[in-house]
């Protein structure tokens, strides 16, 4: 069992595997399935992704306490009516992202990546670089076996959960995790993918969690929707030769020890941060009045 | 090693809008509802942490009580909980603790009818995962993955060994266990995890062994 990215590369690379091959292999071995048995268990989530992303960019979807809904649904409707400054497909998986995240916040079926909170990235990213790259069934699925690798060793070395390490670990954790999976369906090495998560990682350090009202929502759907962003450019950064100065479980280890220092106010408690400011308070107070229940 | 599985990460489908607030909720009160075996009369959730500071926001509540109306993460009954529990006669009750305690997602799950009572602790340690800190006041480790059973039994000599041998005579393999109790001498919990489903048969005559109480079965 692989416990950290060095690990994780070196089996991949030592047997010519891709990293995803890797995370199924595990699997099998750990739990004595088939991989035909993972495989469709894995192809089930795939399909929760899909019609997230789906219901997100062409329903009119809107939150019980109506703080989002319908942005990732504008700006798909933006890119498809105009040119865009940033480009159609980093601003599809922009839009996909918020669409999956709002799905969420409406109490909607979604699949965790690694979180519920963090739900859009990896689907917003994979069902966009899926146009361009053109994958089959088989090798978007191995698309979440990779994300799932690494999230893997976020998840036993640092924290996957906002209220533990702060958003950088939910949004940060799926940012790195995004980041390396496309490295691998574009054909990047797992020396690469590494690269990527290290990179978009890095730049994801040190983000709280300030949930307004203590809901899903706001800055939540936002934060997804610069996570794909943010996975996109570090895959390139990485495709193209660039490393990171810091390893990558270097970062995930600074990403943990952030995260044990940071206040709780800023973990999930929706008493810091955004969640403090006056508009953040009176939407709380909108929401579940002045007593703090719910309304 | 906390993780185990690729689904834990790549998982749970679930309904919004939290996987450690909803989804692990909802599973905390599901085993709570396994263990007890029944509908409850009435049910109090002690919150903690952040869940007591964000409770209704994350849909805790609804996921909590979802849970001990045995629905699962991906049940979109979730949402209804509440009024579903109220038209079963289910008296549900929530309460907010101040006291810090080792996990920011901590709730203490107490329920019961006319004949029996049962008390767990459980935490939410994020992506839908939780685990069982405490169950009747003996400190146990559960991660609710794997089929576990719960044995009550007398703390004397051989109680352990009969369990295991007959768990062994159906070739079926331990992979976690536990062993706890209040007190020398007095009543006594083992939490074995296997790694297959236990068919009631064998749970009976588990029970039937000398100084075995209560055997309670809990499984994904």
């Not at chain 1, 649904?73 to 918020?98: C, F, H, N, P, W």
């Not at chain 2, 991906?74 to 949402?79: A, E, K, N, P, S």
């Not at chain 2, 039937?208 to 809990?218: E, G, H, Y």
Request: with cysteine; hydrophobic share 40%; glycine share 10%.
């Amino acid at each position: 069992m692989f416990r950290n990215v060095k690990e994780l590369v070196s089996i991949a690379t030592e047997a010519n595997i891709t990293v995803s091959e890797v995370m199924i292999r595990q699997e099998m071995e750990q739990y004595e399935r088939s991989r035909e048995d993972i495989f469709t268990q894995m192809d089930r989530n795939l399909t929760v992704m899909e019609k997230a992303v789906e219901r997100g960019i062409h329903e009119d979807v809107k939150s019980v306490s109506g703080l989002t809904g319908g942005d990732g649904k504008k700006l798909y409707e933006y890119i498809r009516s105009q040119d865009s400054l940033s480009g159609t497909l980093m601003l599809e998986a922009v839009a996909k992202a918020m669409a999956t995240n709002e799905v969420n916040a409406a109490m909607g079926t979604i699949c965790a990546t690694p979180t519920a909170g963090s739900a859009g990235v990896v689907p917003g990213v994979l069902f966009t670089i899926k146009n361009k790259l053109q994958p089959t069934r088989e090798q978007m699925i191995r698309f979440l076996f990779t994300s799932g690798a690494f999230g893997f060793i976020i998840a036993n070395n640092a924290s996957i959960s906002g209220a533990a390490g702060g958003c950088q670990a939910e949004v940060g954790s799926a940012t790195g995790m995004a980041a390396a999976a496309v490295v691998e369906m574009a054909g990047g090495t797992p020396q690469q993918s590494a690269e990527a998560m290290a990179i978009a990682l890095k730049n994801m350090l040190g983000l709280v969690c300030d949930p307004v009202a203590g809901l899903v929502e706001v800055p939540c759907v936002k934060r997804n929707a610069f996570g794909a962003s943010n996975a996109i450019v570090a895959a390139d950064l990485a495709l193209a030769g660039i490393t990171s100065r810091i390893p990558c479980d270097e970062v995930i280890d600074a990403m943990f020890r952030i995260g044990e220092t940071m206040p709780s106010t800023l973990r999930e408690t929706g008493e810091g941060g955004l969640a403090a400011t006056p508009t953040g308070r009176r939407y709380q107070e909108l929401i579940f009045g002045s007593t703090g229940k719910k309304v | 090693m906390k993780y185990r599985s690729v689904f834990d990460i790549i998982g749970p489908v679930m309904i919004g809008p939290s996987s450690s607030h909803t989804a692990g909720a909802a599973r905390i009160g599901l085993v709570a509802r396994q263990l007890f075996q029944k509908q409850p009369a009435w049910v109090t959730f002690h919150l903690y942490g952040s869940f007591a500071k964000t409770y209704q926001g994350h849909g805790t509540d609804v996921a909590l009580v979802g849970g001990v109306l045995g629905f699962d993460t991906f049940d979109t009954r979730i949402t209804d909980a509440l009024t579903i529990a109220e038209k079963k006669g289910i008296k549900v009750a929530f309460c907010e603790e101040e006291a810090q305690t080792e996990h920011p997602n901590t709730v203490k799950v107490r329920l019961g009818d006319d004949d029996d009572q049962l008390e767990l602790v459980g935490i939410s340690i994020g992506g839908g995962k939780v685990e069982i800190k405490e169950l009747n006041g003996f400190a146990l480790r559960l991660s609710g993955n794997h089929p576990a059973i719960l044995v009550v039994h007398n703390d004397r000599y051989g109680a352990i060994a009969s369990v295991s041998a007959k768990l062994a005579q159906y070739e079926l393999n331990i992979g976690h266990m536990e062993v706890s109790r209040k007190e020398v001498g007095k009543e006594a919990l083992m939490v074995i995890e296997v790694d297959q489903n236990i068919e009631d048969h064998i749970l009976k005559e588990i029970e039937s062994l000398d100084q075995i109480r209560k055997v309670t079965k809990i499984h994904e």
